[in-house]
């Protein structure tokens, strides 16, 4: 069976993944978003 020492520093690698995986999905997120206002401004512009 794994020491505590061994089990923390497990907990802290998946943490900190887990923290870089949220950061990296709001970042697609704000892309997404960035792209969908641009299109929408394009259609927009595309009408008038």
């Known amino acids: 069976m794994p020491d505590i020492d061994e ?4 907990v ?3 943490s900190s993944a887990f923290r870089d995986a949220v950061q990296e999905a709001k970042a697609a997120l704000q892309r997404v978003e960035y792209e969908k206002q641009a299109l929408i401004h ?3 512009v ?3």
């Open 42 to 44: 394009r259609a927009e």
């Open 46 to 48: 595309n009408d008038e």
């Open 12 to 14: 802290e690698v998946d």
């Open 7 to 10: 089990l923390y520093a497990t």
